[in-house]
C-alpha cells in the first residue's frame, strides 16, 4: 500500500480483508468493491463476467506446516502420503476450488485424511501446529512461529496462483498496471525472505533428481 501511494498520490484506497474469493467476486460483480487480491487453482481457472478482468501475480506451491517434533521434520521435503495419519486442519470453502484440490492431491497419494478440523485464523492455527495438534497446508510465504517448520510437498501436488481482479470500468488501466506491479514486487520480496522457499529453489541442484524443469 505504501508503494501503490507512491505511485498514485491522487488514488483513494479503502482496504477490507474477505477470507473467501469466490466472496470477493461477488462483492466485486455488484460492485461493492473496484479491485480484489483472490486465488485459483490449476485446472479450476477463476470464472467472473466480462465486467471483470484479472491478471496472474504468480503461482506457486502449496507448503506444509509441521511441528518441530514431527517425525517428518528432518525431511527437506515431506510426502504428502506420510501424512495420512496426521490430524489436519483444513481451510474453510473458499468459493473456488479450496479445500476441493487438497482432498483431490489426498486421493491421489492413496489416502482421505481420518480426522480434520475447519480452521484458517493463521496465528491461532500456528499455535496450535506448535503444540503438536495437527498439519495444514499453507502459502510459502508463511513465517512460522517458534514449534512450527514449513516444508515443500514432496512431487509439489498442490498449486495455487495469485490473481488480481477488477471491474474494467472502475479501475483505469494505469491503476491496474500499478497495484499489478507493486504486488508482484511485494509477493517476490516475501518470497525471497522465505528460508523454507529458498531451500525449495535449490533442492533440485543437491538432490539427486537433477536440475528442476523449466519454469520451476
Known amino acids: 500500500m505504501d508503494a501503490l501511494r507512491e505511485a498514485c498520490p491522487d488514488l483513494t484506497v479503502s482496504v477490507i480483508s474477505v477470507y473467501a474469493t469466490g466472496d470477493l467476486l461477488r462483492l466485486l460483480e455488484t460492485g461493492e468493491l473496484d479491485a480484489a487480491l483472490g486465488v485459483d487453482y490449476p485446472g479450476l481457472p477463476v470464472r467472473h463476467s466480462a465486467a471483470l478482468a484479472h491478471r496472474a501475480i504468480n503461482t ?93 510437498l514432496a512431487g509439489d501436488p498442490l498449486w495455487q496462483r495469485h490473481l488480481l481482479l477488477w471491474r474494467r470500468e472502475q479501475v483505469e488501466a494505469p491503476v491496474a498496471e500499478a497495484v499489478h506491479h507493486h504486488a508482484v514486487h511485494t509477493y517476490r520480496t516475501l518470497l525471497a525472505g522465505a528460508p523454507h522457499v529458498q531451500k525449495w529453489v535449490t533442492r533440485g541442484y543437491t538432490s539427486a533428481r537433477g536440475p528442476l524443469p523449466p519454469g520451476k
Do not use: N
Request: charged content about 20%; aromatic content about 8%; proline content about 9%.
Open 60 to 152: 506457486v506451491p502449496v507448503f506444509v506446516a509441521i511441528h518441530a517434533g514431527h517425525p517428518l521434520a528432518h525431511r527437506i521435503e515431506v510426502p504428502l502420503e506420510e501424512l495420512s495419519e496426521d490430524t489436519w486442519f483444513v481451510a474453510s470453502d473458499d468459493g473456488v476450488g479450496w479445500p476441493g484440490a487438497f482432498y483431490d492431491a489426498c486421493r491421489a497419494a492413496g489416502f482421505r485424511p481420518a480426522d480434520t478440523h475447519e480452521f484458517h485464523v493463521l496465528d491461532q492455527l500456528q499455535s496450535m501446529i506448535a503444540k503438536g495438534l495437527g498439519v495444514a497446508l499453507v502459502q510459502p510465504t508463511v513465517r512460522p512461529v517458534d514449534g512450527v517448520l514449513v516444508k515443500p
